[in-house]
C-alpha cells in the first residue's frame, strides 16, 4: 500500500538555524517524491521533486530508498518560510498522488 | 494558461442543502484529483479522473458526494445534502503523465462552510 508519514506536526526553529523536515513513504514499486507547500491562506504549490534534483529556495531533499525517507533540508531557515509542508509520493505507472499529514514549521524571529 | 480554475471561492450554507464546486483544469491535463483539507484530518484525497473516467473514487465520504467530469475541460463535486462535518477548503488539482511531467498543480480551493 502507499503511504506517506510525516513523524512532525508542528515544527518551530529560530531565523538562521537549520531546518529539517522528515519524510517516509511506503510503496512497493519505484515512486516519484515531492514536497509541496501552503502558505497562509494560498494554495498548494510544488516545492520541489526528486528527479529535478535541484535547490528551491534553499531547500534541497535527498532520496533514500534504503531507508525510504525524502527529509526536506534547509541550512539557514528564513521567516517567509514559514508554511505548511506536505510530503507526496506517486508512481510512474499511473497511480494517484498520495500526501502526508503535513508539518507546519515556524520559524521565529 | 491561468491555472487550475475553482469556484465558487467561498461558499455558506445550510445544512441540508446541495451544493456543487466546480472545477476547470489545465488544458492538455489528463488527471483531474479532488482532495479536501480540514485541520483535523489534514489532505484527503476523495477521488480522481482520467481521461474523463473515474479511476478511484474509495475517498469519497459517503454516498452524499458525488463527482463527475463530463468533459476534459469541466468538473464538479457535489455534496447532497450537506452536513456541518463537511465544513472545508475542498481543493480541485490537475496533472499530465506526458512528457515525464507529472507534476499536480492546485487550484486556489473553495472554502466550504455548513451551518
Known amino acids: 500500500a502507499q503511504r506517506v508519514t510525516q513523524p512532525e506536526k508542528l515544527l518551530s526553529v529560530f531565523k538562521g538555524a537549520p531546518v529539517e523536515l522528515k519524510c517516509n513513504y511506503s510503496?512497493?514499486?519505484?515512486?516519484?517524491l515531492f514536497w509541496y507547500v501552503q502558505y497562509s491562506r494560498q494554495r498548494l504549490q510544488l516545492l520541489l521533486r526528486?528527479?529535478s534534483r535541484e535547490s528551491i529556495k534553499g531547500f534541497t531533499a535527498d532520496l533514500n530508498k534504503g531507508e525510504t525517507s525524502f527529509h526536506l533540508k534547509k541550512p539557514f531557515a528564513q521567516e517567509e518560510d514559514s508554511a505548511m509542508y506536505y510530503c507526496?509520493?506517486?508512481?510512474?505507472?499511473?497511480?494517484?498522488?498520495?500526501f502526508g499529514p503535513g508539518t507546519r514549521l515556524s520559524v521565529l524571529p | 494558461d491561468a491555472g487550475v480554475i475553482q469556484s465558487p471561492r467561498h461558499e455558506v450554507t445550510e445544512m441540508g442543502q446541495e451544493v456543487t464546486l466546480r472545477c476547470k483544469p489545465i488544458s492538455g491535463h489528463d488527471y483531474l484529483f479532488w482532495y479536501r483539507q480540514t485541520m483535523m484530518r489534514g489532505l484527503e484525497l476523495l477521488i480522481y479522473f482520467n481521461n474523463n473516467v473515474p479511476i478511484d473514487d474509495s475517498g469519497m465520504p459517503e454516498d452524499r458526494f458525488s463527482a463527475k467530469m463530463p468533459n476534459a475541460s469541466f468538473s464538479t463535486l457535489k455534496i447532497q445534502p450537506s452536513e456541518p462535518r463537511d465544513s472545508a477548503v475542498y481543493f480541485c488539482a490537475s496533472s499530465s503523465r506526458g512528457d515525464g511531467a507529472n507534476v499536480l498543480t492546485f487550484g486556489a480551493g473553495s472554502r466550504l462552510t455548513v451551518l
Open positions: 510503496y512497493s514499486g519505484s515512486p516519484e
Open positions: 526528486h528527479i
Open positions: 507526496a509520493l506517486s508512481g510512474f505507472s499511473g497511480q494517484n498522488f498520495v
